[in-house]
């Protein structure tokens, strides 16, 4: 008889009581109001906050990087922006920390930089053999900027001459991830698809080995440099691990709490500038099996979860804690808006270690005080204060501006340039008010007054026109009749001016005697 196999099996995982839900941990995150972005076409592959306010966010997916206004009272969920320059699917999207400038890698082993504001492309890094995954700029220094790719390179840029000042070499397999240090701009992290996490310090860049390296146990998707700058936190698998890194890179915990792999972490502010600093931040993990986890790592426990109902692959936060990003595998954005209650504010405060307080309420200010008279510029009129506006200044064409200088044939070139028939005619009526009309034609080079007869012979066989241009064609062609003589060109124009008008001639007397045809019988049919 066989032997009865027996499988070891996880118990079920208990329900969650009711008092956890009323904890104002539990009211900070449902307090949060989801909008769903759809429409993106592919992954979203990574997703960045501006660090200035009023604190935007980018997302790069497909070989598009599209920009967001979580603050926009109309359309949150429509992207007031969208790069399209390029050539494969995009990486990495990294804000400046003056929020300036934002870079990005891309398929080809480009890294991409762009003006934020008017997203104008400024400057093409090459140097990685195979696809840039990590593209991240230091925590203040506005020159530099590292990348890693899936050529195992970590390479460290000098953005304004597009070189690379220094390569490290060290991973052995693709770089997937990264991290700037919060406190010092010569050290970042990256963590790689050998496992490894290693920490550098570019100015040991000569040298070109880490400062340190941790062994995640498995492929590491993302790691993040946690406030403090003495903790990283490392995703892989199903695990995320928290490392200290002036302990040597001691592991300090881990956590299992995924049943899939992790592939983004990221760190959020929950509390104000006070209190104990780990108090005031959450580690937040997604994984492909759908689950925003949010980790207090100060006292090493989870204190929200939540299920989505795709993969999810990008996180971020906003720098004001009013804002959650998570960017799934099927093109969907879910941006999650905080809601604005005193009420949640205080339970939250108390929660993290601080007393909520009112803010002093301002003096209002009277016309009998001598500080309403320095306001300033920004201030907004209040009811009751008369508001004096500027007069628009008008835009004028490059004609008027001539015209205003007294520049009489430069003005008529300009307009005649524009082709416009209503502009030439307004300009030609001004120049004979102001007498100066023939001295023009007479000033005219060939090449200008074979524009002037392609004019002619375009509009002066026009009605509207024909009473101004019929005259001034005869006196141009006597006034310049020499010029005309002298030059093939000229002549050519000329001969196509006759040929309109002989057409013209012919289509009058043939309209005149239609109109002698039916006149007669037009009388015959009055009298009957």
């Known amino acids: 008889m066989a032997e009865l196999q027996t499988f070891p099996t996880k118990p079920r995982l208990k329900p969650t009581s009711k008092k956890s839900n009323n904890l104002p941990e539990s009211k900070f995150w449902k307090s949060f109001k989801t909008h769903e972005i759809s429409g993106l076409v592919s992954s979203i592959t990574s997703i960045d906050f501006s660090p200035q306010s009023p604190h935007h966010f980018a997302a790069t997916y497909s070989a598009s990087l599209s920009f967001f206004n979580p603050h926009h009272p109309f359309s949150p969920s429509e992207p007031t922006s969208t790069i399209r320059s390029f050539k494969d699917t995009s990486y990495s999207a990294s804000y400046r920390s003056d929020s300036k400038l934002i870079a990005a890698g891309c398929q080809s082993g480009v890294i991409h930089v762009f003006e934020a504001k008017t997203r104008n492309a400024l400057r093409q890094l090459k140097g990685h053999s195979r696809p840039v995954r990590l593209v991240q700029y230091p925590r203040v220094d506005r020159l530099h900027l590292f990348s890693g790719g899936d050529d195992s390179v970590v390479k460290y840029w000098d953005v304004a001459t597009e070189t ?182 205080r339970s939250v405060g108390d929660f993290v270690g601080f007393q909520y307080r009112e803010e002093p309420r301002k003096r209002v200010l009277k016309p009998s005080f001598f500080r309403y008279f320095h306001r300033g510029q920004s201030e907004k009129p209040k009811g009751g204060e008369y508001l004096v506006l500027r007069p628009k200044k008008v835009k004028l064409a490059e004609h008027d501006k001539l015209l205003k200088k007294f520049r009489h044939k430069d003005a008529f070139v300009a307009v005649l340039q524009k082709k416009n028939p209503e502009n030439v005619v307004a300009v030609m009526e001004e120049l004979i008010a102001r007498k100066k009309l023939f001295r023009c034609v007479t000033n005219l080079d060939v090449q200008e007054l074979e524009l002037l007869l392609v004019f002619l012979q375009k509009y002066t066989t026009l009605p509207r026109y024909a009473g101004l241009l019929m005259p001034f064609a005869n006196k141009v062609i006597q006034m310049r009749a020499e010029d005309i003589r002298g030059s093939d060109g000229l002549k050519a124009q000329l001969r196509n001016l006759k040929r309109t008008i002989q057409e013209e001639l012919r289509i009058q007397q043939s309209l005149l005697e239609i109109q002698g045809i039916i006149s007669p019988l037009m009388r015959i049919a009055g009298k009957r």
């Open 164 to 345: 690379s000042l220094s390569n490290f070499l060290g991973h052995k397999d693709y770089v997937r991830s990264g991290s700037a240090s919060p406190v010092d701009d010569n050290l970042f992290v990256t963590g790689s698809y050998d496992h490894t996490v290693r920490v550098w310090d570019v100015r040991g860049s000569k040298l070109g080995s880490s400062a340190m390296v941790v062994n995640h146990g498995k492929p590491v998707e993302d790691v993040a440099f946690l406030p403090s700058g003495g903790l990283i936190a490392t995703a892989g698998g199903n695990v995320v691990k928290i490392w200290d890194v002036i302990g040597g890179g001691k592991c300090v915990y881990s956590m299992e709490s995924h049943n899939k792999t992790v592939t983004s972490i990221c760190v959020g502010k929950v509390g104000k500038d006070s209190g104990e600093e780990s108090d005031q931040y959450r580690l937040l993990t997604v994984g492909l099996d759908g689950y925003l986890k949010v980790l207090d790592y100060s006292k090493l426990k989870i204190t929200f979860s939540m299920r989505f109902p795709a993969p999810l692959v990008s996180v971020g936060f906003s720098p004001d804690g009013s804002t959650r990003v998570i960017g799934t595998s099927n093109g969907i954005i879910y941006m999650a808006k905080r809601k604005k209650e005193k009420v949640e504010e």
